[in-house]
């Protein structure tokens, strides 16, 4: 599969526990992309790599979410101190360029 | 004002005719935008992409950009129950970095 790959694709959690998910990019994507989407809305922007440099964070992203992007190639983001409005999907997206970006199946986060 | 904006309800539309999906946006700099399904639990798929005023013809779909006005569409024709799902405009911002903004979607429904 040369598609982006994301793990967990479901995670349950309390509140106030942490949580990572892990997205594998489509292998000669430099770009990657971190959104979330709630239902009934569109994805929202959340942060954005090029290789190993985090170069835009959005406002949504408080200071509990940190995403890594070690070497240029698999990201980490991390939720410290889940709270019950950290529930949606997490998607993960990469690209070569200033066009299309191509999305993973998505991160399901599930906050009780 | 929201960057990107489909204001339109739900949609309903007998197989085998046009659905037809509107998006105006904020940005006057844009110069790409993108059309994504998706089908309910899983990630958005990229179905079109729209760079040059005009319409831009692929199968069954056809994208049409107006920048002056900064509205762009999408139509479906011949639609088929496998087109029932939410259909995401994304807009690509001219401040960098290859953003996509996307509006909250419209679902569209084929009814057999």
């Known amino acids: 599969d040369t598609g982006v790959s994301q793990n967990p694709r479901h995670k349950i959690t309390k509140r106030g526990q942490n949580v990572t998910f892990r997205c594998d990019p489509i292998?000669?994507?430099?770009?990657l992309y971190w959104y979330r989407q709630t239902l009934g809305q569109g994805p929202e922007f959340l942060t954005y790599f090029q290789n190993e440099a985090q170069l835009e964070k959005s406002r949504l992203l408080s200071d509990r979410f940190s995403a890594e992007r070690p070497k240029g190639s698999f990201s980490t983001l991390e939720i410290q101190r889940t709270e019950q409005g950290d529930s949606a999907m997490y998607l993960c997206?990469?690209?070569?360029?200033?066009?299309?970006?191509?999305f993973g199946e998505g991160s399901r986060l599930t906050v009780l | 004002q929201k960057e990107v904006e489909q204001n339109s309800g739900p949609l309903s539309v007998p197989e085998g005719a046009i659905a037809s999906l509107n998006c105006t946006y904020s940005?006057?700099?844009?110069?790409?935008f993108f059309w994504y399904r998706q089908y309910s639990g899983k990630s958005p798929e990229l179905i079109m992409s729209i760079y040059s005023n005009g319409d831009k013809e692929d199968g069954r779909f056809t994208a049409q950009l107006n920048k002056a006005s900064q509205y762009v569409s999408l139509l479906i024709r011949d639609s088929q129950p496998s087109d029932s799902a939410t259909y995401l405009c994304a807009v690509n911002f001219s401040g960098g970095n290859n953003r996509l903004a996307f509006g909250k979607g419209n679902q569209v429904v084929v009814i057999p």
């Open positions: 292998s000669e994507h430099n770009r």
């Open positions: 940005d006057r700099g844009s110069q790409s």
């Open positions: 997206a990469s690209s070569t360029s200033d066009r299309e970006l191509f």
